[in-house]
């Protein structure tokens, strides 16, 4: 099964109602109606894709657009239009602008299809690699309790301590902390650390977001509780976290971490 994926468009009635349908109950979409509204929800929200119709108030808003864009480059975004002469001659200019994804109404939005697309598209690159570095032991885990932790890293906001992570397990937290032993994995506690901090380091490459912004999104109730975690696991403020490059190696180096030192893999 995907995991569940937040949506949020910017659509006159007729394609949000067919997105709507193309959804199934399976994903959440959030419509709004003007920039300002979407840009304050990319910043205090975990959205995974952007859905939009840059031609809904008539003329193509492709200055609105590049702003987006230009804020948040690693917020997946979807063009979805009816076709027309106008759109034709801003193809080129909407793939410089990074817009990858284009969906004409009628031609190419078979309900199905659309929602393959929608769960595809969604940016997990940093999550993908600390699950490709834990796979190994999670072959010998339960089901649901692998699924749980691949629920985690996708959608850490989810999570808010260790009893959610037990009970997305269907497990007791005395039986939970017994298979992470077994497996040789990091403590309930350290694996949600990790994919907080794998999240954040991911949105701490837009230059959209405040510091401020991602702690919300991450659902922590203060600033100074995300910074005490990033300096425990890191040695890092914040601050300084957002400025060092390289985050796929920052990524692996804590992934290194979620095994036990002297551990056999199952």
């Not at 929800?41 to 859905?51: G, M, N």
């Not at 979807?78 to 009628?106: C, D, F, K």
């Not at 985690?152 to 032993?181: C, H, I």
Request: charged share 25%; glycine share 6%; net charge positive.
């Amino acid at each position: 099964m995907a995991p569940t994926v937040e949506v949020l468009a910017r659509l006159p009635s007729n394609l949000s109602s067919h997105l709507r349908v193309a959804l199934e109950n399976e994903h959440v979409l959030t419509v709004v109606d003007d920039w300002d509204t979407l840009s304050r929800t990319v910043r205090s929200r975990a959205i995974d894709v952007v859905i939009i119709d840059p031609r809904i108030d008539g003329a193509l808003e492709i200055e609105a657009l590049k702003q987006l864009i230009g804020r948040y480059p690693t917020l997946p975004v979807v063009v979805y239009t009816l076709l027309s002469p106008e759109l034709l001659r801003a193809t080129v200019e909407l793939a410089n602008l990074g817009v990858r994804h284009l969906i004409l109404r009628g031609f190419d939005d078979e309900p199905r299809r659309l929602r393959e697309l929608l769960e595809r598209v969604p940016a997990q690159q940093l999550s993908d690699i600390v699950l490709q570095g834990l796979a190994p032991r999670l072959q010998a885990a339960p089901p649901m309790l692998r699924r749980a932790i691949t629920k985690l890293f996708e959608m850490p906001q989810t999570f808010r301590g260790v009893e959610d992570l037990a009970g997305a397990a269907g497990m007791t937290r005395r039986n939970l902390d017994r298979w992470l032993d077994r497996l040789g994995l990091a403590s309930a506690r350290m694996l949600i650390l990790a994919a907080r901090l794998t999240r954040a380091v991911h949105y701490m490459r837009d230059p959209g977001y405040l510091l401020d912004d991602i702690t919300k999104k991450l659902g922590y109730g203060s600033g100074r509780l995300f910074a005490r975690q990033v300096r425990a696991a890191t040695g890092l403020t914040p601050s300084m976290l957002r400025q060092r490059g390289e985050p796929e190696k920052l990524i692996r180096e804590l992934t290194a971490q979620l095994s036990r030192p002297g551990a056999h893999e199952a």
